[in-house]
Every structure is written in C-alpha cells, then in structure tokens.
Nanobody, 126 residues
Framework: VQLQAFGGGLVQAGGSLTLSCAAS????????MGWFRQAPGKEREFVAH???????YYADSVKGRFTLSRDNAKNTVYLQMNSLKPEDTAVYYC?????????????????????WGQGTLVTVSS
C-alpha cells in the first residue's frame, strides 16, 4: 500500500484548507484511515480517523473544526480543516490501518497503522 498526501500550504488564521490522501495498492474500501500531525519539537499526535464504514473520530483539539471523509471510488480520504489556528501548524501525515482493523483506542496512536504517507506541511499564520 502506498499513500500520497497533498494539499498543504500557507493559510491565515481563521482560514480553511483541505488535505487529500490517495492510496494505491490493496483494497482501499477495507481500510480505515487516519491523520496525524507533528509540529516542530513535538511528538506526532493523532488528529482524526475514519473507519471503513465511514464513521469518523477526532482529537478534542480539532473536533468541530476538522472533517474527515472518504471516497472509496477514488481511493482517497479528505481532511477538511476550517477555522485554522496557528497551533495547527505542523506536518500532516496520513496512514492506513489494514485488516484486521484495530480498536479505537489503538488507532489514536501511531501503532494502529501499517502504512504511512510522506507528510504535507500546513502553516497557519497569525
């Protein structure tokens, strides 16, 4: 499985940005997908997760501002980010959890995923 994340860039605080993650190889519709981010000098942290059935889960820090969706026909997940804050600045990584799928507590950590994309930088200016 190969994952390619794109859509990062520079945006002003309060603005919006949509990240995409395209998967190739395997059966995408059977995967659950996640997004993590890593700010300079900080550990990688969970952002959002979407199950194969479309159910989504979010970190408290982004709940109500970010929306994760998937298009199985395009083998792609989308992270819509609204009301961006400077503290959202980070490299964002997408990841795939392949069957057998992990429990929710585990997919909130990096060990819940087998495959990772290369990361895309999001910079939010104040």
């Amino acid at each position: 499985v190969q994952l390619q994340a794109f859509g990062g860039g520079l945006v002003q605080a309060g603005g919006s940005l949509t990240l995409s993650c395209a998967a190739s190889g395997g059966t995408f519709s059977r995967y659950s997908m996640g997004w993590f981010r890593q700010a300079p000098g900080k550990e990688r942290e969970f952002v959002a997760h979407i199950r194969y059935n479309g159910n989504s889960y979010y970190a408290d820090s982004v709940k109500g501002r970010f929306t994760l969706s998937r298009d199985n026909a395009k083998n792609t997940v989308y992270l819509q980010m609204n009301s961006l804050k400077p503290e959202d600045t980070a490299v964002y990584y997408c990841a795939a959890d392949t069957p057998p799928l992990k429990i929710l507590s585990e997919v909130r950590t990096a060990r819940g995923y087998e495959y990772w994309g290369q990361g895309t930088l999001v910079t939010v200016s104040s």
